[in-house]
């Protein structure tokens, strides 16, 4: 029985697995190899990269860490989540199983995309970018697209006109905006166009030709197609989700089934890094908190004291401030 599996090996489970291991805990984490990080072409808004870093090298590097303190990070695609005798038990896709007294869901989203020939080289490139949150800026001036149902398409052209003057919505389907959506796109200057023909990046920008002949050129474009929530082990175990399919969690990242915490995309919050690497810290500190002591004493010594010892759930460690939390 581990102290904690940590199902999930993107920013904000490897975040976990090395507070764990800090804390001298038992873990493992469990990684299916598909964190979203890894599209990321160059992150400039991670603290502490001034000249940014490429999704994959932030990976690496973090995993670097987790293992450095000893943390045990295997391949593996989880298919089940069940409830044990004192714990949780996850079962591999190929029949491994790992059993913990806690888990930490890290497990994502994943982004619907757009059907754009040559998709990962314009994403490696900025032909397509997945967060405006995360990149606006690099797009500041640039001549940018939002493709999507115009209603929601609207709302992150909208966004994006802090860094652009020239934002264009590009529907994904036939169904009309409403008149709502239109006006303020009118107000803010942007013009909505139909759904297009083709879409292709032709290695410097992304192009999208319409009937008749039209062809526009961007210098990036932002998909507003929404994505599918890995919440399917959190329903396992009857974790409340909201309305959207993401997991809601406590103050703690404690979902309303004692002892499963997550943290990052697959929680109702900004999807960001520096927010799932908060989200871990929390987590990773409550839940050391929680289990039994782990004091570093001489063994003859540790038997006698840890029977007068108040038990770990009265008593616990220094708890994340409120105000670091925001």
């Not at 593996?76 to 790992?98: K, N």
């Not at 040559?118 to 939002?146: F, P, T």
Request: with cysteine; charged share 20%.
């Amino acid at each position: 029985m581990l102290d904690c599996i940590i199902v999930g090996a993107g920013p904000g489970g490897l975040t976990a697995a090395t507070y764990l291991v800090r804390y001298h805990r038992r873990i493992v984490v469990l990684d299916a190899g598909k964190s979203r990080a890894r599209w990321i072409p160059t992150s400039h808004n991670a603290p502490g990269f001034p000249r940014g870093i490429e999704g994959r090298t932030l990976l690496q590097q973090q995993r670097e860490q987790a293992i450095g303190y000893g943390a045990r990070i295997e391949d593996a695609c989880v298919a089940r989540l069940e409830r044990v005798g004192g714990g949780f038990e996850a079962v591999a896709a190929d029949g491994r199983r790992w059993r913990a007294r806690f888990v930490i869901l890290a497990t994502g989203i994943v982004d619907v995309m757009p059907p754009i020939a040559g998709l990962e080289a314009a994403i490696a490139n900025g032909g397509v970018r997945l967060c405006a949150v995360c990149d606006g800026y690099e797009a500041s001036d640039c001549r940018v697209a939002v493709y999507g149902p115009v209603d929601s398409a609207v709302g992150h052209a909208l966004f994006l006109r802090t860094f652009s003057r020239e934002v264009t919505v590009i529907a994904s389907d036939d169904t009309p905006g409403s008149a709502d959506a239109l006006a303020q796109a009118r107000a803010g200057a942007i013009e909505v166009l139909p759904t297009p023909t083709k879409l292709v990046f032709d290695g410097s920008a992304t192009v999208a030709r319409f009937d008749g002949g039209r062809e526009l050129r961007f210098d990036t474009m932002y998909p507003t197609l929404g994505s599918t929530v890995n919440s399917g082990l959190a329903q396992q175990v009857g974790v409340e989700l909201d309305a959207c399919g993401e997991v809601v969690v406590d103050e703690d990242q404690q979902t309303c089934v004692d002892g499963v915490y997550a943290i990052g995309d697959v929680v109702s919050a900004l999807n960001q890094i520096a927010v799932a690497l908060g989200h871990a810290a929390i987590a990773a500190t409550k839940i050391h908190n929680r289990l039994p002591r782990n004091w570093r004493e001489r063994e003859d010594l540790q038997a006698e004291t840890a029977k007068d010892l108040p038990s770990p759930e009265g008593v616990t460690g220094p708890e994340t401030p409120k105000s670091a939390r925001a």
